[in-house]
């Protein structure tokens, strides 16, 4: 069974990086699709990126060259990185996994709510 | 950027009555998805390419919609049912999700 684990400060101040941990087991991160979606306060839901079997990236644009989002194939984890985070970065950051083709998101993790505050 | 409205925002059905979410796109897109998210837990994929059940999704759900106009119907709400969907569009990037719907029982 595919299982997703998301791991991480829950806080974060101003200014600096915010660093999550996706865990994945039961499925290779070499193949599919592998992103971080976050769910602000309020229930807005919004695609961060992803990387892909190949270890290519596509990101949202609104997250401009704030994000990076990274792998490390020989534990088979995932990795999202956001710098200069404001309080408007608050939210629950989950990872998730797309099909073959990256339309949806077929498999997601638990969700790490990160806060961030001084 | 693709902007998905989702109508009504919140609504509550007596348990038995049927069931209509919208999810209105700002542009023509081919598929829609969909996802229950209950409060605690993470969302979950629950139609994808606008009619399919994703796997142990009950069979009184039902998705439709082609173009701008898309829907997930449930056919005799439960009370299992409650819980916030939100649909999604994959045909451009960024990705975009709908607000969501909070649907509750009466």
């Known amino acids: 069974e595919v299982q997703l684990q998301e791991s991480g400060p829950g806080l974060v101040k101003p200014s600096q990086s915010l660093s999550l941990t996706c865990s994945v087991t039961?499925?290779?991160?070499?193949?599919?699709?592998w992103g971080w979606i976050r769910k602000f306060p309020g229930n807005k839901m919004e695609w961060m990126g992803y990387i892909s079997y190949s270890g290519s990236t596509s990101y949202n644009p609104s997250l401009k060259s704030r994000i990076s989002i990274t792998r490390d194939t020989s534990k088979n984890q995932f990795f999202l990185q956001l710098n200069s985070v404001t309080t408007e970065d608050t939210a629950t950051y989950y990872c998730?996994?797309?099909?073959?083709?990256?339309?949806?998101?077929?498999?997601w993790g638990q969700g790490v709510m990160v806060t961030v505050s001084s | 950027e693709i902007v998905l409205t989702q109508s009504p925002t919140t609504m509550a059905a007596s348990p038995g009555e049927k069931v209509t979410l919208t999810c209105r796109a700002s542009?023509?897109?081919?598929?829609m998805y969909w996802y229950q998210q209950k409060s605690g837990t993470s969302p979950k994929l629950w139609i994808y390419d606008t009619s399919k059940l994703a796997s142990g999704v009950p069979n009184r759900f039902s998705g439709s919609g082609s173009g701008t106009s898309y829907s997930l119907t449930i056919s005799s709400m439960e009370t299992e049912d409650t819980a916030t969907y939100y649909c999604?569009?994959?045909?451009?990037?960024?990705?975009?999700f709908g607000s969501g719907t909070k649907l509750e029982i009466k």
């Open positions: 039961g499925y290779s991160i070499t193949s599919n699709y």
């Open positions: 998730a996994r797309t099909g073959r083709r990256p339309l949806y998101f077929d498999y």
């Open positions: 999604q569009q994959g045909r451009s990037y960024p990705f975009t």
């Open positions: 542009s023509s897109v081919s598929y």
